[in-house]
């Protein structure tokens, strides 16, 4: 019977390794890593799974960088992310994350990324320090641009530009909620409080990043979203894109938070307007606002930014 440890090809009866014995060292197992390869990848299939799972334009997006950044996933190399601006890297990590979660190689994935320090958000704080103090986007530059904006679009795509800017949503947010406007406003809008009950319609409206709870109406702005037309973010973007002229609707959500703060609307209450919620202790455990009477604020605050944009 051989001795423990004594096997062989390994040593000689000392236990001297034998001058032609090569080391047996376990490889690692490689083959999940090595098995994404833009030949072997059915991206036909992946672009069903995106589109199943996301929003189409994220799903869009996904699929784009997904393309054109596997060979990161393939040779486990991050290094040509690291000299993008952030804000395309995050974009990049994101369709990465969806790519190694489909082919089952995310731990290793967020693995590489965590070596390498790269997080999901910015936290630069000399950043967001340049962007308040860029003069190219003050609120009276944007708003501006917003009345350019409005004087070129047909009335029905304008509409959808001041309902955006007046809610303080997001792009697709705002033809969603005209769209839902036009088709079940009865169970749409709270007509105690007469604010729009975003929150009811989960699968539209809060998302895993981003969320929308409600939405302060005043009677003009009701009338605008009932003459908006709710298919036409791209039928905007197709327009403006015809003649040349910036898509810039994400103004619309700048204007709307700047404005409330100018008319002495706590933080708090339009974190809340725009689908944040603080993880501060106070928001999170004390903070108890009346709000009747905040609605109320918040309307006069709407109607000066109408007359603003009329």
């Excluded at 040779?75 to 990049?92: E, F, G, N, T």
């Excluded at 731990?107 to 965590?114: I, M």
């Excluded at 895993?208 to 908006?228: E, G, N, Y």
Aim: proline share 4%.
């Amino acid at each position: 019977m051989l001795r423990p440890g004594f096997e062989p090809g390994i040593s000689d009866s000392k236990g001297v390794a034998s001058p032609d014995t090569r080391l047996q060292i376990p490889a690692v197992a490689s083959s999940s890593l090595l098995s994404l390869t833009t030949t072997q990848m059915n991206w036909d299939k992946y672009k069903e799974y995106l589109y199943t799972n996301l929003r189409p334009n994220t799903a869009r997006l996904a699929l784009k960088y997904g393309k054109d950044y596997s060979y990161v996933i393939e040779r486990m190399d991050i290094k040509d992310l690291l000299v993008l601006p952030s804000a395309k890297q995050r974009h990049i990590m994101k369709a990465l994350a969806n790519l190694a979660k489909y082919n089952g190689v995310y731990e290793q994935w967020n693995t590489l990324r965590r070596q390498h320090k790269l997080k999901w958000s910015s936290t630069n704080t000399l950043d967001i320090f340049e962007r308040i103090m860029n003069n190219g986007t003050s609120y009276d530059k944007m708003l501006e641009y917003i009345k350019q904006l409005l004087a070129v679009l047909p009335r029905s795509h304008a509409n959808v530009v001041i309902f955006a800017t007046l809610t303080g949503l997001r792009p697709v947010e705002a033809c969603n909620s005209v769209r839902l406007i036009h088709t079940d406003l009865s169970n749409y809008l709270n007509s105690d409080l007469f604010i729009l009950e975003h929150f009811k319609w989960k699968h539209l409206f809060i998302r895993s990043t981003k969320k929308s709870f409600i939405s302060v109406m005043t009677d003009r702005l009701l009338q605008i979203a009932k003459t908006a037309d709710h298919q036409s973010y791209t039928s905007i973007y197709a327009y403006l894109h015809k003649r040349h002229l910036p898509m810039r609707m994400n103004y619309c959500r700048k204007i709307f938070g700047t404005h409330l703060r100018y008319c002495g609307i706590e933080s708090e209450m339009v974190n809340l307007l725009e689908g944040r919620i603080s993880p501060e202790i106070f928001v999170r455990h004390y903070w108890s606002p009346n709000m009747k009477q905040d609605i109320e604020r918040v309307r006069k605050a709407i109607d000066s930014l109408a007359d603003q944009l009329a």
